[in-house]
């Protein structure tokens, strides 16, 4: 295939329905033949599952049985240390990474915990799934709760702080599928309580991949617990992919009916957002993760955090509040005598309310940023409220918050660059390089949503200005991390 026969695939066709029309890519060749390879083989999966389940198994109990480790061990010759890597240095970075190129396939393709509630719900009550469940804010609450726990309990350091994080999220998925979920073997888990799936999800929109209906109806995404789908998609109404775990039951490439799988350029999806869904849930949960991320890192580095600490540490002690000055259960906060580190309940509630108000703090200003630029849209003729074009506008942020994470909560990743011998200066720029393209490609989704908020020119320009602060303030707040300061 020549490259301008390649770049016909990305030719569109249209298709009409009540969530509006839009331009879907043709499939081609590459496409087709991945899906003939997933489908021969999906029967494997299981086995993959098992496996994945098996291995971090591994990485979450064999450390609890081992010393700790002495003092100048690296992952190279330290188990604890080697499964503390591979779950913060390449799983976490890299798992947000994959969906640019591949979606949401870390959920459906290797995930042990989709997989476990699965499991489960082969053989659960399947009853039907609550309205609290189905919430819009509950992913939001599991992010926030154990986003929060991991910090206090150290689980970027401790093996029991791993264990218990990651073993509370397993037994939440078993016991969520064991209950849940009508059908052909369903994952409500995914779809409505995992802490990293919703993240994964809507960074998705980002991604390269995309699995459209060959015969939709409408384009509104409908919701149908009953179905071949495991995450409660109605495949023929399908629209946007942050739901899609790339299963790939739906997908036959010898049926007329079900998905297709089609590549598309990555940013596609945000760019034109309004077709796909957008909603004010996503945003604040892109604010306020964003938020609290960063103030999971900020507490460790900041001398600021620790002024405030010593300050309501002695006005507690001040008041006869001395219960503060004392550590608290293990399963709550870190309490590791060994390793010269035990959290007080003065410990646990200023991280705690540390990284709330940083998550308010940046959500606010954020949106505060993003209204801004909304507004001065508006008064240069853009189309919409001013709800919607903020909503729009602020899927812009989207791959500058997703480097921050990744570098600022990945930094394992760069640690270990740093025992191959590379110098620090060619780490931070490394770091300062991939930071840079974020906020290269987010401007250039922001240009191209005010342009479909019908926008052109110095209007355009104009109106972008504001989210130019947006994305500094992600910058200078995740510089410490970024960039060493």
Not at 140 to 156: D, E, H, M, W
Not at 414 to 429: H, Q, R, S, V
Request: one cysteine or more.
């Amino acid at each position: 295939m020549t490259n301008a026969q390649g770049r016909l695939q990305q030719i569109a066709i249209r298709v009409d329905g009540p969530g509006g029309s839009r331009r879907q890519p043709h499939q081609g060749p590459w496409a087709r033949r991945v899906e003939a390879v997933v489908s021969r083989h999906r029967n494997l999966l299981d086995f993959v599952h098992a496996g994945m389940f098996i291995g971090f198994l591994a990485l979450m109990l064999v450390p609890l049985f081992l010393p700790l480790p002495a003092e100048g061990a690296t992952f190279y010759n330290n188990f604890t240390l080697f499964a503390n890597f591979v779950i913060w240095g390449l799983w976490f970075p890299l798992v947000f990474v994959s969906v640019i190129f591949t979606g949401r396939s870390w959920c459906g393709v290797l995930c042990p915990l989709g997989a476990s509630s699965e499991w489960a719900n082969r053989v659960g009550l399947k009853r039907p799934i609550p309205a609290w469940v189905r919430w819009r804010g509950t992913p939001i609450v599991s992010f926030v709760v154990i986003t929060v726990l991991a910090q206090t309990v150290g689980a970027r350091d401790y093996a029991l702080g791993i264990a218990e994080v990651f073993g509370l999220t397993f037994v939440c998925a078993i016991l969520l599928g064991l209950v849940y979920g009508r059908g052909a073997h369903k994952r409500a888990w995914c779809r409505h309580m995992c802490p990293i799936g919703l993240m994964l999800g809507v960074f998705s929109r980002l991604g390269a991949v995309q699995f459209a209906p060959k015969k939709p109806r409408g384009q509104d995404d409908a919701y149908a617990e009953r179905g071949i789908c495991p995450t409660m998609i109605d495949i023929n109404r399908k629209a946007e992919s942050r739901h899609c775990i790339e299963c790939f039951r739906c997908v036959n490439p010898k049926a007329r009916g079900g998905l297709k799988l089609l590549f598309r350029r990555p940013g596609t999806e945000v760019s034109n957002i309004r077709q796909y869904n957008p909603n004010a849930a996503e945003i604040w949960f892109l604010f306020l993760a964003t938020g609290l991320s960063l103030g999971g890192f900020l507490w460790l580095v900041l001398p600021q955090y620790q002024w405030l600490r010593q300050a309501v540490g002695s006005w507690a002690i001040d008041h006869g509040w001395y219960w503060i000055g004392t550590s608290g259960p293990a399963w709550l906060m870190a309490v590791h005598p060994a390793a010269h580190e035990v959290f007080t309940w003065l410990d646990f509630f200023m991280i705690v309310g540390f990284m709330l108000g940083c998550a308010a703090g940046f959500g606010i200003a954020l949106t505060l940023i993003t209204a801004a630029s909304s507004w001065l849209a508006g008064r240069l003729g853009a189309d919409l409220h001013l709800r919607g074009r903020l909503v729009e506008l602020a899927y812009a942020y989207m791959p500058v918050a997703m480097l921050s994470l990744v570098i600022g909560l990945g930094g394992k990743l760069f640690d270990a660059l740093a025992l191959t011998g590379l110098p620090g200066e060619a780490i931070a720029g490394i770091k300062a390089a991939l930071f840079a393209l974020s906020v290269l490609w987010s401007l250039q989704l922001g240009f191209r949503l005010l342009g479909q908020q019908k926008l052109a020119g110095v209007r355009r320009m104009v109106a972008l200005a504001p989210m130019l602060a947006g994305i500094a303030l992600v910058g200078i707040a995740w510089s410490p991390a970024l960039f060493g300061y």
